[in-house]
């Protein structure tokens, strides 16, 4: 599996924006998979933000972005979304997603999460 992010930018505190990730592969069958995005602020840990359920679209949510996230799919079934909305100057970080087969290793951000994109830079200005 391929992810290729993409949509980060610079954005004035209660801004928006959508991410985008796009999944490729051979044989790519994403209804086996959990999807989810992570963001790594500077000279912090990498921290887990949002996930779904590829099969079945239930959706899980850091406790610091509920109700200002929301992560999606698309309707090509091959692309994750997060739409980042009331952004703040702390929501900037390098935003990451990725993907496995074990929800567990997503929502827990585990060593064994099996797939990552490259990331994405988001900048919110206070």
């Known amino acids: 599996v391929q992810l290729q992010a993409s949509g980060g930018g610079l954005v004035q505190a209660g801004g928006s924006l959508r991410l985008s990730c796009k999944a490729s592969?051979?044989?790519?069958?994403?209804?086996?998979?959990?999807l989810g995005w992570f963001r790594q602020a500077l000279g912090k840990e990498r921290e887990f933000v949002a996930a779904?359920?590829?099969?079945?679209?239930?959706?899980f949510y850091a406790d610091s972005v509920k109700g200002r996230f929301t992560v999606s799919r698309g309707d090509a079934k091959d692309t994750l979304y997060l739409h980042m909305n009331s952004l703040r100057p702390e929501d900037t970080a390098v935003y990451y997603c990725?993907?496995?087969?074990?929800?567990?290793?997503?929502?827990?951000?585990?060593?064994?999460?099996?797939?990552w994109g490259q990331g994405t830079l988001v900048t919110v200005s206070s």
């Open positions: 990725a993907a496995d087969t074990n929800l567990n290793d997503i929502l827990n951000l585990t060593p064994g999460i099996r797939y």
């Open positions: 592969g051979h044989g790519l069958a994403l209804i086996r998979y959990h």
């Open positions: 779904i359920r590829w099969s079945e679209g239930s959706t």
